[in-house]
């Protein structure tokens, strides 16, 4: 466990980034049924939080992915921690569309950077991967190698390890869902009920709370 995992799992918590509801779920855009729901957008918005958050990230690279050359922001939510992170390392920074550009020279990546270079990319949160994995894709295109995936925040869905499996790239987060929910437990957010039901759902979304 980083010295972060805990204290951003709180933070994510306190400013109402995560909301867990096990006993009324929410239902995401994939028609799963869900306790929880986050939005990390919104710790841009605390200056303490997306301090710690820029922290972390840079430390986290910094152990996992030394050979870092470049950071890459997934858009959109991931661009302002890829900022702040590209600061505090003094590294360059590009980000990545969601898709090519209609018009003018029709590029996925935005900014300046040599074909070759290290590239590691940030996005605030991973559930299957599928969105940052289209991103490094898109990079990989374009000439970038991709050496790491690093995240604020994971569900931990067995299909995340899939994708990222077979498209090789490694990744990391500053924290995760199954710290999150202990954490909720701990701040007695959630009863121990509760708690058990939100650890099911992680070893079953697709069928939970049908």
Same mark, same amino acid.
């Given at each position: ?24 779920? *929410? ?21 303490? %939080? ?62 300046? *950077? =040599? ?16 969105? %940052? ?12 190698? %991709? ?16 994708? *990222? ?5 490694? *990744?990391? =987060?500053?924290?995760?869902?199954? =710290? ?10 959630? =009863? ?19």
């Amino acid at each position: 466990m980083s010295d972060y995992e805990t204290q951003i799992a709180a933070d994510l918590l306190t400013i109402g980034a995560v909301s867990l509801r096990p006993s009324a779920p *929410f239902t995401w855009a994939s028609g799963i049924l869900s306790p929880i729901y986050t939005d990390n957008r919104v710790t841009i918005s605390y200056p303490e %939080v997306r301090s710690r958050i820029a922290a972390g990230l840079a430390a986290l690279i910094q152990a996992q992915f030394p050979a870092v050359e470049v950071i890459g922001g997934v858009a959109t939510a991931g661009i302002p921690h890829a900022a702040l992170v590209a600061d505090r390392l003094g590294l360059p920074m590009v980000y990545l569309r969601s898709k090519p550009k209609d018009h003018g020279a029709g590029k996925q990546i935005e900014g300046a *950077f =040599t074909p070759g270079q290290k590239l590691v990319l940030i996005d605030d949160l991973l559930s299957t991967g599928g969105s %940052v994995l289209k991103a490094a894709e898109a990079a990989r295109r374009e000439g970038a190698d %991709v050496i790491g995936v690093a995240a604020i925040f994971s569900y931990q869905l067995p299909a995340a390890d899939q994708n *990222f499996a077979a498209a090789q790239i490694p *990744f990391d =987060t500053l924290t995760n869902y199954t =710290t999150l929910i202990h954490t909720a437990k701990d701040r007695g957010t959630v =009863t121990a009920e509760e708690l058990d039901l939100l650890k099911a759902w992680r070893r079953a979304p697709e069928v939970w709370g049908r």
